[in-house]
């Protein structure tokens, strides 16, 4: 079974200060693992990918196979951040994405 | 533009009244998917459709209906529909059955039953 682990549903950061979302996840094979963010009253967004290694709107995030961790980290909080932000799990060969219960992310100005 | 189109945006019904949430995607995508997002559950799948005629049970399908009668649609369906259902449902899309690229979201559908 695949599973999704986001253990803060709500994060609070002042505007500037350092962020970091945690993800944790339970896979027996390769697993691939995704950021989605969902802004208010919008759809949820891709936001990043592991496999390509990118940084979007200052985040990153390092697949930790030893931690079983994903966490998303931005170095700066900006204001536009503030959002719902969901971990995602999926798999070589596994046309399902697992989903966390994810971490609303509010920045204080 | 590329995109994932659901419909109705809003709905509220009454119990046990027959409902159909339309998805539809430009992409010539291969895989579909329907998902409810729950407050403190986060998303959690429905049904998937791997290609046309292609269905399969996702992790909370008791109470749904789906069909993929043709590649671009793929309508989910509350025969009866029942308080519990009450949601926000976003239909997904991805260019192949593999997760590696994402999925690319709908807008959503909040549907309330009374």
């Known amino acids: 079974a695949q599973r999704v682990t986001q253990p803060e549903k709500l994060l609070s950061v002042f505007k500037g200060a350092p962020v970091e979302l945690k993800c944790n996840y339970s896979?027996?094979?390769?697993?691939?693992l995704f950021w989605y963010v969902q802004y208010s009253r919008q759809r949820l967004q891709l936001l990043l990918r592991?496999?390509s290694r990118e940084s979007i709107k200052g985040f990153t995030a390092d697949l930790n196979k030893g931690e079983t961790s994903f966490h998303l980290k931005k170095p700066f909080a900006q204001e536009e951040d503030s959002a719902m932000y969901y971990c995602a799990l999926g798999g070589f060969g596994n046309e399902k994405l697992t989903f966390g219960t994810g971490t609303r992310l509010t920045i204080i100005p | 533009e590329a995109q994932v189109t659901q419909n109705p945006r809003y709905l509220i019904t009454v119990t046990g009244k027959k409902l159909t949430v339309t998805c539809s995607q430009n992409?010539?995508?291969?895989?579909m998917s329907w998902y409810r997002q729950d407050p403190g559950l986060g998303l959690r799948q429905i049904y998937y459709s791997m290609n046309v005629e292609v269905t399969d049970k996702g992790d909370v399908p008791e109470g749904y209906k789906v069909s993929r009668k043709e590649k671009r649609n793929f309508p989910l369906i509350l025969e009866s529909p029942s308080p519990n259902q009450t949601s926000l449902y976003f239909c997904a899309s991805s260019a192949t059955g593999r997760t590696n690229y994402g999925y690319t979201f709908g807008s959503g559908t909040r549907l309330t039953v009374v």
């Open positions: 592991h496999i």
């Open positions: 896979y027996s094979g390769s697993p691939e």
């Open positions: 992409m010539n995508h291969e895989y």
